[in-house]
């Protein structure tokens, strides 16, 4: 969390030893044009497909190309299991961070009872 954290609020212009202030390794990314960072458990590879910028919002559209992860956050079926990974959440209302993990319902089956029409 410290060095994701450290990552983001420090900008690579004004802060030219951030790797070496954190300990972390980059490697050039064979998929796409920017580093990997090898001690992060996982890893998706993007390439930007358009910038959009409007009066209401602005936003970046991508395409995961490549998907790396550690054999410990894996699951049987060799997907990457949320309970093993213990990834964090940003809550940008708080600016807290928060450890997520816990199966809490199963996705496309938690609202199908709704789907049935009341008579």
């Not at 699951?75 to 199966?103: C, H, M, R, W």
């Amino acid at each position: 969390m410290d060095v994701a954290d450290f990552f983001g609020i420090a900008s690579g212009n004004k802060i030219n030893d951030k790797f070496e202030r954190t300990g972390y390794h980059a490697v050039k990314s064979d998929k796409v044009n920017a580093p990997i960072i090898e001690e992060f458990p996982v890893v998706m590879e993007c390439e930007l497909l358009e910038f959009l910028h409007t009066d209401y919002v602005d936003g970046i559209v991508g395409r995961i190309v490549n998907v790396k992860a550690e054999e410990a956050v894996l699951s049987e079926n060799g997907k990457v299991a949320p309970e093993k990974l213990n990834a964090i959440l940003f809550d940008q209302f708080q600016n807290n961070y928060y450890l997520t993990g816990e199966k809490v319902g199963r996705a496309w089956n938690a609202g199908a009872a709704l789907m049935k029409k009341k008579q």
